[in-house]
């Protein structure tokens, strides 16, 4: 079966359907869009497309949100973790890089 992350982040749901899922109005969801908390694709014809992961983080905004959490204070957190998860990222590439300069490996598995 393909990678989950394949289908989950694809861009091809709309608006109205992520409406429908969540239960956000159109309006709160181009808000949360306008605060910088969520970041649809544009159709060639101009129509804002949504993932399943997109989906996901509306629910969770939407829940933050509903507990009293202000937008910039969930904007915050989501750039630390975006910046938590790069520095894993590049540890794990240093890390990986070790393992194959010690095992005569050139770029991984795949090569």
Do not use: C
């Amino acid at each position: 079966m393909a990678n989950d992350s394949s289908y989950k982040d694809k861009k091809v749901i709309t608006i109205g359907i992520v409406r429908d899922l969540t239960g956000l109005s159109e309006r709160q969801i181009r808000y949360y869009e306008e605060r910088k908390l969520i970041f649809p694709e544009r159709s060639s014809g101009g129509s804002r497309k949504y993932s399943f992961a997109d989906v996901e983080l509306l629910v969770e905004i939407a829940n933050k949100i509903e507990d009293g959490v202000q937008t910039h204070e969930i904007r915050k957190e989501m750039l630390r973790a975006q910046k938590k998860q790069n520095q894993n990222d590049v540890t794990r590439k240093m890390i990986q890089g070790q393992l194959n300069a010690q095992f005569g490996l050139r770029k991984g598995p795949s090569s």
